[in-house]
Protein backbone atom coordinates (compact mmCIF):
# COMPACT_ATOMS: atom_id res chain seq x y z
CA UNK A 1 0.00 0.00 0.00
CA UNK A 2 1.48 3.36 -1.00
CA UNK A 3 2.07 5.86 1.43
CA UNK A 4 0.24 9.34 1.03
CA UNK A 5 2.76 10.87 3.52
CA UNK A 6 0.89 13.08 6.40
CA UNK A 7 -2.50 11.17 7.48
CA UNK A 8 -5.63 13.73 8.72
CA UNK A 9 -5.64 13.72 12.85
CA UNK A 10 -8.34 10.99 12.71
CA UNK A 11 -9.69 11.71 16.30
CA UNK A 12 -9.86 15.49 16.02
CA UNK A 13 -12.33 15.23 13.29
CA UNK A 14 -14.21 12.84 15.12
CA UNK A 15 -14.04 15.52 17.60
CA UNK A 16 -15.56 18.19 15.13
CA UNK A 17 -17.80 15.41 13.86
CA UNK A 18 -19.52 15.20 17.56
CA UNK A 19 -19.54 18.97 18.53
CA UNK A 20 -21.15 19.80 14.74
CA UNK A 21 -23.73 16.80 16.05
CA UNK A 22 -24.73 18.79 18.95
CA UNK A 23 -24.94 21.91 16.89
CA UNK A 24 -27.61 20.33 14.62
CA UNK A 25 -28.94 19.07 17.62
CA UNK A 26 -29.07 22.43 19.08
CA UNK A 27 -30.39 24.49 15.93
CA UNK A 28 -33.13 22.11 16.17
CA UNK A 29 -34.31 24.18 19.59
CA UNK A 30 -33.41 27.25 18.14
CA UNK A 31 -35.84 30.32 18.72
CA UNK A 32 -36.47 31.98 15.44
CA UNK A 33 -37.72 31.26 11.47
CA UNK A 34 -38.06 26.92 10.66
CA UNK A 35 -36.14 28.47 7.44
CA UNK A 36 -33.02 29.14 9.41
CA UNK A 37 -33.03 26.22 12.03
CA UNK A 38 -32.99 23.88 8.84
CA UNK A 39 -30.70 25.23 6.76
CA UNK A 40 -28.37 25.49 9.62
CA UNK A 41 -29.17 21.61 10.23
CA UNK A 42 -28.71 20.89 7.48
CA UNK A 43 -25.48 22.54 6.40
CA UNK A 44 -24.06 20.90 9.53
CA UNK A 45 -25.04 18.07 7.93
CA UNK A 46 -23.12 18.75 4.87
CA UNK A 47 -19.99 20.20 6.65
CA UNK A 48 -19.82 16.33 8.57
CA UNK A 49 -20.28 14.78 4.88
CA UNK A 50 -17.70 16.37 3.75
CA UNK A 51 -15.23 15.65 6.70
CA UNK A 52 -15.96 12.26 6.79
CA UNK A 53 -15.15 12.21 2.37
CA UNK A 54 -12.27 13.82 2.41
CA UNK A 55 -10.60 12.65 5.85
CA UNK A 56 -11.56 9.28 6.29
CA UNK A 57 -12.40 8.60 2.60
CA UNK A 58 -9.75 9.99 1.87
CA UNK A 59 -10.73 11.38 -1.23
CA UNK A 60 -8.41 14.47 -0.42
CA UNK A 61 -5.29 12.64 -1.44
CA UNK A 62 -7.37 10.67 -4.22
CA UNK A 63 -6.82 11.44 -8.09
CA UNK A 64 -9.75 13.59 -9.74
CA UNK A 65 -11.71 10.71 -11.47
CA UNK A 66 -12.35 9.02 -7.82
CA UNK A 67 -13.76 12.40 -7.09
CA UNK A 68 -15.79 12.71 -10.41
CA UNK A 69 -17.05 9.39 -9.68
CA UNK A 70 -18.42 11.23 -6.46
CA UNK A 71 -19.84 13.67 -7.31
CA UNK A 72 -21.78 12.75 -10.37
CA UNK A 73 -24.58 10.85 -8.74
CA UNK A 74 -24.70 13.35 -6.43
CA UNK A 75 -25.60 16.04 -9.55
CA UNK A 76 -27.54 13.54 -10.62
CA UNK A 77 -29.62 13.06 -7.45
CA UNK A 78 -29.87 17.00 -7.33
CA UNK A 79 -31.11 17.08 -10.83
CA UNK A 80 -33.84 14.40 -9.94
CA UNK A 81 -35.44 16.56 -6.16
CA UNK A 82 -35.73 19.32 -8.94
CA UNK A 83 -37.04 17.53 -11.47
CA UNK A 84 -39.54 15.98 -9.07
CA UNK A 85 -40.49 19.48 -7.91
CA UNK A 86 -43.51 20.68 -10.28
CA UNK A 87 -45.08 17.35 -9.90
CA UNK A 88 -45.05 16.78 -6.02
CA UNK A 89 -44.23 20.25 -4.38
CA UNK A 90 -46.30 22.90 -7.10
CA UNK A 91 -48.84 20.58 -6.89
CA UNK A 92 -49.15 19.35 -10.70
CA UNK B 1 4.95 0.51 -32.60
CA UNK B 2 7.72 1.76 -29.61
CA UNK B 3 5.66 3.09 -26.71
CA UNK B 4 7.38 5.49 -24.57
CA UNK B 5 8.20 5.34 -20.93
CA UNK B 6 6.07 8.18 -20.18
CA UNK B 7 3.21 7.04 -21.18
CA UNK B 8 1.53 5.82 -18.16
CA UNK B 9 3.18 8.51 -15.85
CA UNK B 10 0.76 8.93 -14.17
CA UNK B 11 -0.13 6.00 -11.12
CA UNK B 12 -3.53 4.07 -12.24
CA UNK B 13 -5.89 3.68 -9.56
CA UNK B 14 -5.88 0.24 -7.59
CA UNK B 15 -8.82 -1.70 -9.48
CA UNK B 16 -10.27 -2.68 -5.67
CA UNK B 17 -10.58 0.84 -5.11
CA UNK B 18 -12.08 1.81 -8.57
CA UNK B 19 -14.62 -1.01 -7.91
CA UNK B 20 -15.93 0.30 -4.36
CA UNK B 21 -16.05 3.76 -5.69
CA UNK B 22 -18.13 2.89 -8.54
CA UNK B 23 -20.38 0.60 -6.30
CA UNK B 24 -20.45 3.67 -3.94
CA UNK B 25 -21.32 6.13 -7.03
CA UNK B 26 -24.89 3.23 -7.58
CA UNK B 27 -25.43 3.60 -3.47
CA UNK B 28 -25.19 7.27 -3.94
CA UNK B 29 -27.95 7.16 -6.42
CA UNK B 30 -30.42 4.44 -3.93
CA UNK B 31 -29.88 6.39 -1.14
CA UNK B 32 -30.32 9.75 -3.21
CA UNK B 33 -33.81 8.64 -4.77
CA UNK B 34 -35.14 7.45 -1.65
CA UNK B 35 -34.30 11.02 0.40
CA UNK B 36 -35.31 13.13 -2.84
CA UNK B 37 -38.70 11.44 -2.80
CA UNK B 38 -38.90 11.75 0.51
CA UNK B 39 -38.17 15.80 0.75
CA UNK B 40 -40.86 15.76 -2.10
CA UNK B 41 -43.15 14.61 -0.64
CA UNK B 42 -42.58 16.20 2.51
CA UNK B 43 -42.45 19.44 1.03
CA UNK B 44 -45.90 18.88 -1.09
CA UNK B 45 -48.04 17.83 1.73
CA UNK B 46 -48.39 19.63 5.19
CA UNK B 47 -48.55 17.93 8.39
CA UNK B 48 -45.47 15.53 8.59
CA UNK B 49 -43.90 17.36 11.69
CA UNK B 50 -46.60 15.42 13.70
CA UNK B 51 -46.00 11.90 12.92
CA UNK B 52 -41.88 12.70 13.53
CA UNK B 53 -42.83 13.74 17.02
CA UNK B 54 -43.12 9.97 17.82
CA UNK B 55 -39.81 9.43 16.82
CA UNK B 56 -36.98 9.77 19.63
CA UNK B 57 -34.46 12.15 19.21
CA UNK B 58 -31.99 10.68 22.15
CA UNK B 59 -32.06 7.42 20.77
CA UNK B 60 -31.56 8.37 17.32
CA UNK B 61 -29.05 10.91 18.98
CA UNK B 62 -26.96 8.03 20.94
CA UNK B 63 -27.32 5.73 17.66
CA UNK B 64 -25.27 8.65 15.85
CA UNK B 65 -22.56 8.77 17.99
CA UNK B 66 -22.24 5.76 17.73
CA UNK B 67 -21.59 5.42 14.10
CA UNK B 68 -19.61 8.25 14.15
CA UNK B 69 -17.74 6.04 16.58
CA UNK B 70 -17.19 3.45 14.37
CA UNK B 71 -16.25 5.37 11.45
CA UNK B 72 -13.10 6.62 13.89
CA UNK B 73 -12.50 2.92 14.81
CA UNK B 74 -12.51 1.76 11.24
CA UNK B 75 -10.00 4.80 10.12
CA UNK B 76 -7.85 3.76 12.79
CA UNK B 77 -7.97 -0.03 11.63
CA UNK B 78 -6.74 0.93 8.78
CA UNK B 79 -4.01 3.32 9.68
CA UNK B 80 -2.99 -0.38 11.73
CA UNK B 81 -3.04 -1.58 8.47
CA UNK B 82 -0.85 0.71 6.75
CA UNK B 83 1.59 0.23 9.31
CA UNK B 84 1.51 -3.50 9.63
CA UNK B 85 0.37 -3.49 13.43
CA UNK B 86 -1.89 -6.74 12.78
CA UNK B 87 -2.96 -7.00 16.94
CA UNK B 88 -4.38 -3.23 16.84
CA UNK B 89 -5.35 -4.03 13.89
CA UNK B 90 -7.82 -6.52 14.60
CA UNK B 91 -8.64 -4.97 17.79
CA UNK B 92 -10.34 -1.65 15.69
CA UNK B 93 -11.72 -3.73 13.41
CA UNK B 94 -13.68 -5.80 16.29
CA UNK B 95 -14.72 -2.47 17.95
CA UNK B 96 -15.92 -1.14 14.83
CA UNK B 97 -18.04 -4.41 14.77
CA UNK B 98 -19.45 -4.12 18.09
CA UNK B 99 -20.27 -0.55 17.36
CA UNK B 100 -22.10 -1.74 14.25
CA UNK B 101 -23.89 -4.30 16.36
CA UNK B 102 -24.62 -1.48 18.93
CA UNK B 103 -26.30 0.71 16.23
CA UNK B 104 -28.97 -2.29 15.16
CA UNK B 105 -29.55 -3.20 18.73
CA UNK B 106 -30.57 0.52 19.30
CA UNK B 107 -32.58 0.40 16.14
CA UNK B 108 -34.05 -3.17 16.85
CA UNK B 109 -35.20 -1.23 20.16
CA UNK B 110 -36.72 1.59 18.54
CA UNK B 111 -38.58 -0.30 15.66
CA UNK B 112 -40.21 -2.64 18.86
CA UNK B 113 -41.16 0.59 20.72
CA UNK B 114 -42.87 2.10 17.46
CA UNK B 115 -44.56 -1.02 16.48
CA UNK B 116 -45.69 -1.73 19.82
CA UNK B 117 -47.61 1.88 19.53
CA UNK B 118 -49.10 1.20 16.84
CA UNK B 119 -46.61 2.82 14.35
CA UNK B 120 -46.01 0.48 11.21
CA UNK B 121 -44.89 0.70 8.08
CA UNK B 122 -48.35 0.50 7.10
CA UNK B 123 -49.37 3.09 9.20
CA UNK B 124 -49.08 6.51 6.72
CA UNK B 125 -46.42 8.07 4.29
CA UNK B 126 -43.98 9.26 6.93
CA UNK B 127 -43.91 5.29 8.59
CA UNK B 128 -43.83 3.94 5.13
CA UNK B 129 -40.70 6.38 4.42
CA UNK B 130 -39.39 5.60 7.79
CA UNK B 131 -38.82 2.23 8.01
CA UNK B 132 -38.12 1.98 3.78
CA UNK B 133 -35.31 4.81 4.50
CA UNK B 134 -33.91 3.58 7.77
CA UNK B 135 -34.76 -0.03 7.83
CA UNK B 136 -32.68 -0.66 4.13
CA UNK B 137 -29.62 1.33 5.57
CA UNK B 138 -29.94 -0.73 8.61
CA UNK B 139 -29.30 -3.58 6.65
CA UNK B 140 -26.56 -2.29 5.10
CA UNK B 141 -25.00 -1.71 8.49
CA UNK B 142 -25.41 -5.24 8.74
CA UNK B 143 -23.54 -6.07 5.55
CA UNK B 144 -21.14 -4.13 6.58
CA UNK B 145 -20.74 -5.92 10.12
CA UNK B 146 -20.31 -8.94 7.84
CA UNK B 147 -17.58 -7.89 5.80
CA UNK B 148 -15.81 -6.64 8.38
CA UNK B 149 -15.84 -9.65 10.62
CA UNK B 150 -14.46 -11.66 7.56
CA UNK B 151 -11.52 -8.89 7.57
CA UNK B 152 -11.19 -9.61 10.87
CA UNK B 153 -11.24 -13.36 10.52
CA UNK B 154 -9.00 -12.79 7.08
CA UNK B 155 -6.25 -10.53 8.91
CA UNK B 156 -5.85 -13.03 11.85
CA UNK B 157 -3.99 -15.05 9.52
CA UNK B 158 -1.36 -12.90 7.20
CA UNK B 159 -1.55 -9.58 6.46
CA UNK B 160 -1.44 -9.97 3.06
CA UNK B 161 -4.73 -8.97 2.14
CA UNK B 162 -4.49 -5.81 4.76
CA UNK B 163 -5.28 -3.46 1.85
CA UNK B 164 -8.88 -4.80 1.84
CA UNK B 165 -9.35 -2.85 5.24
CA UNK B 166 -9.32 0.61 3.47
CA UNK B 167 -12.23 -0.91 0.86
CA UNK B 168 -14.34 -2.17 3.58
CA UNK B 169 -13.56 1.49 5.21
CA UNK B 170 -14.51 3.44 2.15
CA UNK B 171 -18.12 1.08 2.33
CA UNK B 172 -18.23 1.88 5.97
CA UNK B 173 -17.93 5.99 5.82
CA UNK B 174 -20.16 6.29 3.46
CA UNK B 175 -23.13 4.12 5.04
CA UNK B 176 -22.13 6.84 8.24
CA UNK B 177 -22.35 9.52 5.80
CA UNK B 178 -25.82 8.03 4.34
CA UNK B 179 -26.74 8.42 8.48
CA UNK B 180 -25.49 11.95 8.91
CA UNK B 181 -27.99 12.77 6.62
CA UNK B 182 -30.82 10.46 7.66
CA UNK B 183 -30.68 11.65 11.22
CA UNK B 184 -31.61 15.28 10.51
CA UNK B 185 -33.69 14.80 7.41
CA UNK B 186 -36.25 11.69 9.74
CA UNK B 187 -36.18 13.45 13.45
CA UNK B 188 -35.14 16.90 13.22
CA UNK B 189 -37.25 18.47 10.74
Redo the contacts between chains.
Keep these: MASHGVRPNYLAIWGWLVALMFVGLAASFLPGTRALAVALIFATAVVKALLVVLNYMHLKFEPRLIYAIAIVPLLFVLVLLVALFPDFVFHH | MAISAEAHA ?2 S ?1 PAG ?2 GV ?2 F ?3 E ?2 LF ?2 L ?3 F ?3 R ?2 SAGWAGEAAHLS ?1 PIA ?1 VN ?2 VL ?2 S ?2 T ?3 AF ?1 M ?2 RGDQRRLRNYLALTILLGLTFLGIKAYEYTSEIREGFTPGTGIFWSFYYTMTGLHALHVLAGAIVNFSLYVLVGGSLRN ?2 RV ?1 LA ?2 YW ?2 V ?2 VW ?2 L ?2 LVY ?2
Design positions: TPIKMWWLASIMGGISSIVFLGVATLLTSLMVQAAESHEGLHFDIIFFPLT
